[in-house]
């Protein structure tokens, strides 16, 4: 016998049954980031591994830790993308958008690769939908963005979920902050975890970024990188927060969000969920504004601010809550005899053309079986075509909730179908 082929190991399959979650995530925000005039851009799973180098930075976790990087057979360093900021940047660069337009609105969703340690909600293949707006510099725009955010999570009806807003300031009022941090860090380097020692040296700002216990009382004992901020950089945050509060949008300023990614200037943002099914993966989404990164990478001098959700997280909320989102058919058809087989498989057809879902057993057997299979695949309706109804033209749709049959003729099926009043939907509208 054969040995059986598992799976990659923190990769999923997702099958129908579980799918229809997923579709609904992504058209609602196909839907929310159509409205505020986000265009989606597909770019490739596979980038020059430079690119996540010099944009997300060799010292974060996320480019020293966890690439999955190899050699084609032309010799170059590839890399499965960990996140999407990068390559959407890559891209509006190199097809010199910023000519085009002086401000561009892009959204992405598709899988990204990280090899981390698994548990719930996090995985080594997972979905993210992501939004970057370039060309704007000012508070305006980093509100909008979270504004779609904000918009998104209420139509999934997720309303569990706090905003957390930061600044970490621009080239010019972070080296103090940076130098203060190092200062204090450094002694209590004892009480800091051994991997947070390293990032001491190597990029001190992570260590606020830590899941360690100790290191997260250590870091909030430190300096509030808001108390550094240069005139500018906290005029932008103090803008940026009267936006969010004229847009309504409820946050809290957390000075030790850091985010793990090297690329950010001035704002940064969380979405944060406080389910406990979770855990420590609570995060569900977060960004912020990389005003220097486009240029770092050989590109113009344009501003850009985005953010990232973690849509398997999104899944597992929407999950917890109990909702159904498959869509029953709305008929069933059942042959009473092997003679009706023919014109059971051409009504299917004809039905599904007309737009009904119905399902249809090709595999025929009993009328008591097929009659089983209709209650088990949630249809509506069940229509039994036999001889009878074939040489009469009229047949009965048996509401599976219970009823009476209702007759029809058999060239108005969907039209009846369709004028039954829906008895309380399984699967919310989308
Ligand atoms: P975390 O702190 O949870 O590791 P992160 O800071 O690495 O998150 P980002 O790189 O900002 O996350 O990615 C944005 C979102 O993508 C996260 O908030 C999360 O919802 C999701 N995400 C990140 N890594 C994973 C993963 N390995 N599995 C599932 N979702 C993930
Ligand atoms: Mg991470």
Redesign the pocket.
């Known amino acids: 016998m054969s040995q059986k082929i598992n799976g990659v190991k923190g990769m999923n399959d997702l099958l129908p049954g579980e799918i229809e979650v997923w579709q609904f995530v992504e058209s609602t925000a196909r839907t929310l980031f159509g409205r505020f005039g986000y265009g989606e851009v597909r770019t490739p799973m596979v980038e020059d591994t430079a690119l996540f180098v010099r944009s997300v930075g060799e010292e974060t976790d ?1 480019v020293g830790k966890e690439m999955y990087t190899f050699e084609d057979k032309g010799g170059r360093s590839l890399s499965l993308r960990p ?1 999407g900021t990068a390559p959407a940047a890559r891209a509006y660069i190199e097809h010199s958008v910023s000519n085009q337009e002086p401000v561009s609105r892009w959204f992405y969703m598709g899988p990204m690769f ?1 090899y ?1 340690r698994m548990k719930t ?3 080594r293949q ?1 979905y ?1 939908i992501g939004a970057e707006a370039y060309g704007a510099r000012e508070p305006a725009q980093d509100a909008e963005l979270m504004d779609v955010v904000v918009q998104f999570l209420e139509a999934l009806g997720l309303t569990d979920v706090t905003l957390n807003i930061n600044s970490l300031g621009d080239d010019n009022c972070r080296p103090a902050y940076h130098a203060k941090l190092v200062e204090y860090l450094n002694a209590h380097r004892e009480e800091l975890c051994a991997d947070c020692q390293q990032r001491l040296e190597r990029n001190p700002l992570r260590v606020l970024d830590c899941k360690n216990e100790k290191c997260q009382a250590v870091a909030a004992a430190g300096p509030n990188v808001l108390e550094f901020l240069c005139e500018p950089c906290r005029a932008h945050f103090t803008d940026l927060q009267r936006k969010l509060g004229v847009l309504g949008i409820k946050y809290v300023v957390n000075h030790r969000l850091v ?3 090297d690329y950010y200037t001035r704002t940064v943002f969380e979405f944060i969920a406080s389910h406990p099914a979770l855990g420590t ?1 609570s ?4 960004g912020g504004r990389y005003d220097k990164m486009m240029k770092g990478l050989g590109g113009p001098d344009v501003p850009a601010v985005g953010f ?3 849509l ?2 999104l899944v597992l909320l929407l999950k917890e809550g109990g909702k159904t989102f498959t869509q029953r058919p709305d008929l069933f058809i059942a042959v009473a005899d092997e003679g009706s087989q023919d014109a059971g498989l051409a009504l299917a057809s004809r039905l599904r053309r007309e737009g009904l879902k119905v399902d249809f057993d090709t595999r025929g057997g009993s009328l008591k079986s097929q009659m089983k299979r209709a209650d088990k695949s949630g249809a509506r309706f069940t229509l039994v075509l036999g001889e009878q109804e074939r040489q009469s033209g009229q047949a009965k749709l048996k509401p599976m909730a219970g009823g009476e049959p209702i007759p029809v003729a058999l060239d108005s099926v969907a039209a009846t179908v369709r004028a039954q009043p829906e008895a309380p939907a399984a699967a919310p509208a989308s």
Do not use: K, N, P, S
Not at 283 to 286: F, Y
């Open positions: 996320i996140e990280r981390e909600g996090r995985y997972f993210q985010r793990g990614l993966a995060t569900v989404g977060g990232a959700m973690g398997d997280r």
